[in-house]
């Protein structure tokens, strides 16, 4: 079972689960809000912006490629890392849902070093934590743990879930380059309301992302009493 209408061993059916997730949790275009806050007066914020995308990319390719196979090479099932990794995104997202504005003053007090001087940022804090934090990696871990456990169709969920992390990653780089008409457009309220849509959007993929593990936990213990 997916969220995605298409199954996970095509390219379009695992960009359909990531995209959504990661687009959710990175949320680029209420993070350019505070971005623009914290770099009003420096004369680099344009080229920041391109930066902060390559460093998001990165990030987020290395959490997906890697992350659920150095949790599998330490003993982790695939089916437990799903669950865990299930929990950790619904969680994240049901804070995000519940007091956005909790989670605005957090990203707001880790961006704030940018907003002096004019030292290079790019990596730490406006990388991370501020685009790509804790959160950002969790969620990514979690998606690369739904990819087919037999085996079969690897490769297309995994080149489907990078093209998702390219589109955040140039989503990011767009909304932080043109910052100041995101929040002529937006406001702090109108991100606000973004924020609580795309956090029940992300609350629905981990709550699938958990179905998917529990199902195959039961499906291993049933075949292991069989």
Request: net charge positive; proline share 4%.
């Amino acid at each position: 079972m997916s969220l995605s209408p298409l199954p996970l061993t095509t390219v379009i059916g695992a960009f359909l689960l990531a995209f959504p997730a990661l687009f959710s949790i990175v949320n680029p275009v209420g993070a350019a809000i505070t971005f623009h806050q914290v770099t009003e007066g420096r004369a680099d914020r344009h080229q920041l912006a391109w930066r902060i995308a390559l460093n998001a990319l990165l990030i987020l390719l290395g959490s997906l490629l890697l992350g659920s196979y150095i949790l599998n090479f330490f003993g982790v099932s695939l089916g437990a890392l799903r669950v865990a990794g299930g929990l950790v995104v619904a969680i994240r997202a049901w804070q995000l849902l519940m007091q956005p504005e909790v989670n605005e003053n957090r990203k707001t007090n880790a961006a704030a070093p940018a907003e002096h001087g004019q030292e290079d940022v790019a990596f730490f804090p406006l990388t991370m934590p501020f685009t790509t934090g804790p959160g950002a990696i969790s969620v990514a871990i979690a998606l690369a743990s739904q990819r087919p456990s037999d085996g079969n169709g690897v490769v297309e969920f995994f080149v489907g879930v990078s093209i998702a992390a390219i589109l955040v990653a140039l989503l990011v780089g767009i909304s932080y380059r043109w910052s100041g008409k995101v929040l002529a457009l937006l406001g702090a309220s109108g991100a606000r309301v973004m924020s609580r849509l795309v956090a029940f959007l992300l609350l629905c993929v981990g709550v699938q992302i958990i179905t998917s593990g529990l199902e195959s936990l039961i499906s291993s213990y049933l075949k292991a009493i069989a």
